[in-house]
């Protein structure tokens, strides 16, 4: 190869072009084949954004009866191999989406029961059995009761001297603060899932991801129990109202639900199963007793949660009402009311009495984990995975205060309750109202009980099919004067302890303790490094007890526990 050095060197022209010159081309016509493939994906990209669109202000129904009566309409296939109600519902979306597309117009189909659009959008009920009908007729007579005791005790409590309210929270709060870790035990081999005092707090319920249930004395923490029947993991348990304080041990004390779906029910006296409640199609979370200990609710990660009578061992209610997981559930100490929370991010408070929904706790960012009912009747607590719990007002339907609980997820929550303060009731039972206020009374008329207004200005039943009407003129307007008895009562009663404070459990590895009247934190309890999964205050208040993922639990104490 020759080079020629004396080959001069090439001298660079440069072309110059202003910028308003250069061509803008939003539309892509300056041709080619990427810009061509760029249109395409530009014109799908909006499609799908736009069918999008369409497909949330599709109005589809939730019933699926109703469900498959349009996909036959449609000419579409009722059901598919191993499809559920939910994919069903999908599917239907989408045929219809596709379909009002396709003709520019919404297709309009009419529905066997020639209901409109608008209804359909609306809550929809499905008849309930004898058996439904008979429970929520005794649950009213017992919540009625129950409540009418309530309000006439709050009613005494009001005029309770400022200086005796102030030292017997003063007295509590100041035994909260010496609490401390008095001991833990090594639980299962698994997690540890729940946990549970006994009512009459001498005895201690664990459960664990084995799918055992154990039994511990308190608070010496020796096993003195195992129960085995679940195949899969528990997720929650609940002890009968009246366990270990006057029913037989033969009888139900407690029951747990399980991952393969099933509700058991377990006495003290023997280690098999006394009843399997089956229903659930997937993974039981919280269960609860109802006040009456007649009824035993279970949340499940189905969708839905349950209500069965203990002593037939069967199951009165489905209750649908979230879009996702159901995991916790709490009963009124009424038993009028009981709530439900799961996955969605929502709450949702019910009338057991009618099966409507009385409130919907929507406000908390991610899953509800835990919630309870306060003791005062008209408070429901909410932790979730937003690390904060939600106060709820049901008076005002609204959220009264947002604690920032935990630096993570909130897994439990329970208010305190003194099992001296609060008996149990059987659902039967008659209820001993003689030294109550002679303002509340039941009114035969509206079946409600009447209580004075907030203005004064007269009386009307609180609860009953005519609530919020005029009680008649037998019951005098404004508010009465309590009895001879109700103001004895008054001079020597005293504030009572329940509700004073609530416990939660938090996935960083802390128990707090928090008042319930400014909501403020009482005591920081720290366990071990594993996330706490639950907690649970014993009755005598003496003891609150957690248990932790790192299959451990522990019990927490004060200067007056041992």
């Known amino acids: 190869m020759t080079v020629d050095w004396h080959r001069p ?44 669109k369409r497909m949330r202000t599709l109005a589809v129904p939730t019933d699926d009866r109703k469900v498959r009566e349009r996909l036959r309409a449609y000419g579409e296939p009722v059901t598919l191999f191993g499809e559920g109600n939910g994919d069903r519902r999908d599917r239907l979306k989408v045929i219809q989406e596709q379909m009002e597309g396709g003709g520019g117009g919404r297709v309009v189909v009419e529905d066997s029961d020639d209901e409109s659009s608008e209804e359909e959008e609306e809550e929809f009920y499905t008849e309930g059995s004898d058996a439904l009908l008979h429970a929520r007729r005794k ?52 997690p540890l899932s729940t946990i549970r005092f006994s009512p009459n707090s001498q005895l201690l319920l664990t459960t664990s991801w084995t799918g055992d249930t154990k039994i511990w004395s308190v608070p010496n923490l020796n096993n003195v129990g195992v129960r085995r029947g679940h195949t899969d993991k528990v997720g929650g348990a609940a002890w009968h109202p009246a366990a270990t304080v006057g029913l037989s041990d033969d009888a139900v004390n407690f029951a747990t ?25 997937n993974r039981v979370g919280r269960i609860a007793f109802h006040p009456s200990g007649a009824y035993l609710g279970s ?140 303002a509340m009374d039941v009114d035969a008329d509206t079946g409600g009980v009447a209580a004075a207004n907030g203005n004064g200005n007269g009386s009307a039943p609180a609860y009953g099919p005519n609530a919020g009407k005029t009680a008649p003129a037998s019951v005098p307007p404004g508010p009465a004067e309590p009895s001879e008895a109700a103001q004895a009562r008054a001079a020597s009663t005293d ?53 932790s993922y790192s299959r451990s639990f522990h019990l927490f104490g004060g200067d007056n526990s041992l």
């Open 9 to 52: 060197y090439l001298t660079p022209t440069f072309i110059t072009m202003d910028i308003d010159e250069l061509v803008v081309d939003n539309t892509y016509q300056l041709g080619g084949e990427d810009d061509s493939r760029e249109r395409e994906q530009n014109a799908a990209l909006i499609e799908e954004l736009e069918r999008k």
């Open 139 to 190: 649950l009213a007579r017992y919540s009625l009761a129950r409540a009418r005791k309530r309000i006439a005790r709050q009613r005494i409590e009001v005029g309770l001297p400022l200086g005796k309210i102030v030292n017997v929270r003063k007295a509590v709060f100041t035994d909260l603060k010496t609490f401390s870790n008095l001991g833990s035990q090594f639980g299962d081999d698994r």
């Open 257 to 281: 639900g399980g991952g393969e779906g099933d509700v058991k029910l377990w006495s003290l006296a023997s280690e098999k199963p006394l009843a399997t409640l089956s229903g659930h199609t």
């Open 299 to 438: 949340a499940g990660f189905d969708g839905t949660w349950r209500l069965w009578d203990v002593a037939t061992q069967s199951e009165l209610l489905v209750q649908e009402g979230h879009s996702k997981e159901v995991m916790a559930l709490a009963f009124q100490d009424d038993g009028a009311l009981a709530a439900s929370a799961g996955f969605d991010a929502i709450g949702r408070v019910w009338d057991l009495r009618t099966g409507r929904t009385a409130m919907v706790l929507d406000g908390h960012a991610k899953e509800i984990l835990a919630l309870d009912f306060a003791p005062n009747g008209y408070q429901v607590a909410t932790g979730s995975g937003d690390d904060t719990v939600r106060i709820w007002d049901l008076r005002a339907l609204k959220t009264a205060y947002t604690i920032p609980a935990h630096k993570s997820s909130v897994a439990d929550v329970r208010f305190f309750r003194a099992a001296d303060e609060s008996p149990y009731v059987a659902l039967d039972a008659e209820v001993d109202t003689d030294d109550m206020p002679e």
């Open 495 to 547: 504030l009572p302890r329940s509700g004073l404070f609530l416990v939660t459990a938090g996935f960083d590895s802390t128990v707090r303790i928090w008042s319930a009247d400014e909501w403020s934190l009482v005591r920081n309890l720290a366990t071990d490094a594993g996330k706490v999964m639950s907690v649970d205050v014993s009755g005598d208040r003496r003891f609150v007890a957690s248990a």
